[in-house]
């Protein structure tokens, strides 16, 4: 991010730098200090290969024309890759959010390379990368303890950014792009017109370009009206659905063979009933029913759903034929589908946003739950800006702002954003109780304050973040400002460049003296002070001025998300016991070794990620950093460090666990630097992109 790269060192480390400041040990991000020493020795003497293992390194990765990782000095981009590579990449982000059938277990991918040859086809004809789900077919019509409203929700919009995000990490292989293609099969069962067009609306105010809508005529190749209006779908509806049935029903199709026969069908026919059980609860016209009569109407109806599931299925193989096909439902061996989780939702159940409602924890966390079944006491209802209800969010004080009637949006995958209800309240950042703030970015960061006043005010900045925790200066001292400088040279500092910076987390290059537990000063073993890394605990950030849209995006990344998402194959016994080092040239100038990968949160002890992206001498004209996994037998036997650090690096970029923060003029942004990566993404240097930043404890 607009801060150096950094990372803690272990206190067996025993690193002596020397300065010219007597108090404060640190590299200082303007000016360098020339006559800065490690163990004795000049930093710009150190011999950078002398303790590193090159074979475990990620600086300057390639993969050859076999497929085999190499790795050069990191002085040229690597090669292209191949058609074959772009696929095998963009295989494994569909196995990040493919539905596992087991928690924490790892099932193979049957499917895989039938979805492989869909996927080369499309790279060879240099076709847009396409998939068809169909899913969101109406609300639960039981408003009384399924879902809280009849339209869209924050479980749909959550929904459909998670689903952009695949869309968007696939372009980020194959520039060819990827659309995700939604039909709904709600036609098929109720009359769905108000739910489908808040859905195309929600999609277009979300900035979800990827995300397109098919309606079941489009599948049928029927005439329609153009524009469709609303008129025209209800009176044509009962024709497209017997269209459907007369059209893709297989011939002599029996339910109830399907059912016995397949173990899919079976678990489908299961769902159905038990959403029938709980969509009809309420039902008017089965209140007369006993209780064995509701249990056979739910049983028939699921059979003709059935019926109509197939047909529809069918329609969509056709014309949908090299579309790559998703589900929503679990599956054991269907290797035509790819069965994905529409929500990055926490719990043993893998529930939709139409049958279910959304429940926010205090750190953002998402589960789904019958609207019923989420206690009064512990959560409260929170209301859209139109003022329907949106989703449950668990009770805090720290929502509670005294004198300030505030708005909490919870951001995807992380962060929250906290502005005035209304636009006419001026609010300034002096009256903000940052101990709230705090707090709050300690379970969800990034926390950005957006629409007070006074946020560009230097000595109102300073003074909150005092209010906030222990201010720790650099030499310079306490705030610096963060703008491109103009200088290109090597020795030059990237954080006031407008170049994109590497993945890090602030600290790594600042040291201060270490301290036994009695508070005396650590001595290495020839008498000298101990110098140790000393990453700040927290980040604050004000926004003076902006790139231009699109550019400079701050990213985020969360060490909670990190875990949560980590894929099957790995965990985090495996990984917490890695340690890495880092070479680094230029500016930075030295080699640090015994990094821990993951440390322990100093509040809430839960495992957080260290790291400094690896940054070859191609992408930047000012310092490179070469960083290895040093230990790799401590991780899984056969595991490389290379594999380990690709790992790393492709997690924190993962859309599902990385913020691409977007500046507004005056924002404030607190982040917890333990429990957040971060790094910027370019700019054109010819703008005054200007942020000011001031770390604290």
């Not at 926390?447 to 000595?459: A, C, K, M, N, Q």
Request: aromatic content about 8%; proline content about 6%; hydrophobic content about 35%.
């Amino acid at each position: 991010m607009d801060t150096p790269p950094l990372a803690s060192l272990t206190p067996a480390m025993g690193l002596d730098i020397k300065v010219l400041e007597p108090n404060v040990a640190e590299v200082d991000p303007i000016t360098p200090p020339l006559n800065a020493t490690i163990d004795g020795e000049s930093v710009s003497d150190i011999n950078v290969g002398a303790s590193s293992s090159k074979a475990n390194s990620a600086d300057g990765l390639q993969e050859d024309a076999e497929g085999e990782t190499t790795v050069d000095s990191g002085a040229h981009p690597p090669k292209p890759l191949t058609a074959e590579q772009k696929a095998d990449h963009i295989l494994n982000i569909f196995e990040r959010y493919r539905m596992n059938t087991a928690a924490g277990r790892y099932h193979p991918w049957k499917g895989r390379a039938n979805v492989r040859s869909q996927i080369l086809h499309s790279i060879n004809n240099e076709e847009k990368i396409r998939m068809i789900l169909p899913a969101f077919p109406f609300k639960s019509p039981n408003k009384t303890s399924k879902v809280l409203g009849a339209l869209p929700d924050a479980a749909e919009e959550i929904a459909i950014k998670h689903m952009q995000g695949l869309c968007t990490m696939v372009t980020e292989v194959y520039t060819g792009g990827a659309n995700l293609h939604i039909v709904s099969d709600g036609l098929c069962y109720n009359e769905v017109w108000r739910y489908g067009q808040a859905l195309r609306n929600l999609a277009l105010t979300q900035e979800c370009y990827d995300i397109k809508f098919v309606r079941l005529v489009d599948i049928l190749g029927e005439e329609r009206d153009e524009p469709l209006t609303q008129d025209s779908y209800l009176a044509n509806a009962s024709s497209y659905r017997q269209t459907l049935l007369d059209k893709y029903s297989p011939a002599g199709f029996d339910p109830d063979v399907f059912i016995k026969q397949d173990a899919d069908a079976l678990l489908t026919y299961r769902g159905y009933i038990k959403f029938l059980e709980k969509d009809l609860e309420h039902a008017p016209h089965l209140s007369t029913l006993s209780k064995t009569q509701r249990a056979k109407h739910h049983e028939n109806t699921a059979k003709h759903m059935i019926i109509r599931g197939k047909a529809f299925a069918e329609a969509i193989k056709t014309r949908f034929s090299d579309y790559v096909r998703l589900s929503i439902h679990a599956s054991t061996a269907d290797a035509s589908k790819l069965s994905i989780s529409l929500l990055p939702q926490q719990g043993p159940h893998n529930m939709t946003p139409w049958h279910s409602s959304l429940v926010r924890a205090l750190d953002g966390s998402i589960s789904m739950a019958h609207a019923s079944s989420v206690p009064a006491l512990t959560h409260d209802i929170i209301h859209d800006a139109s003022g329907r209800r949106s989703y449950f969010r668990e009770k805090s004080e720290l929502y509670n702002w005294p004198g300030m009637d505030v708005s909490f949006e919870y951001l995807y995958p992380t962060g929250i954003v906290i502005r005035p209800k209304s636009t006419q309240a001026n609010y300034s950042l002096h009256n903000v109780h940052m101990q709230k703030v705090r707090a709050l970015a300690e379970v969800c960061s990034p926390v950005i304050l957006r629409g007070f006043s006074d946020t560009t005010d230097e000595r109102t900045f300073q003074a909150k973040a005092y209010d906030a925790g222990t201010v720790l200066p650099w030499t310079f001292g306490i705030m610096q400002k963060v703008r491109d400088s103009g200088r290109t040279d090597r020795e030059a500092n990237n954080v006031v460049s407008a170049e994109a910076m590497p993945m890090h987390y602030d600290g790594m290059f600042k040291f201060l003296p270490a301290s036994n537990p009695d508070g005396s000063p650590k001595l290495d073993k020839e008498g000298n002070i101990v110098k140790e890394s000393s990453p700040p605990r927290f980040q604050l950030f004000t926004a003076l001025t902006t790139a231009p849209k699109k550019s400079g995006y701050t990213l985020f990344a969360s060490s909670r998300l990190f875990f949560r998402h980590l894929p099957p194959q790995y965990s985090l016994e495996e990984v917490e016991g890695l340690t890495w080092d880092c070479i680094n040239s230029g500016f930075w100038d030295c080699h640090m070794q015994q990094l821990p990968l993951v440390v322990r949160h100093p509040v809430s002890g839960e495992p957080c990620v260290r790291w400094h992206e690896p940054w070859p001498m191609w992408k930047t004209k000012f310092a490179h950093a070469l960083v290895n996994i040093e230990n790799p037998e401590q991780g899984k036997k056969g595991r490389s460090g290379i594999e380990y650090v690709k790992l790393v690096d492709s997690m924190l970029y993962d859309r599902r666990v990385c913020l691409y923060f977007e500046w507004d003029k005056g924002d404030v942004v607190c982040s917890d630097n333990t429990n957040m990566l971060h790094t910027r993404s370019a700019f054109d240097g010819s703008c005054d992109r200007e942020l000011w930043r001031i770390h604290f404890d």
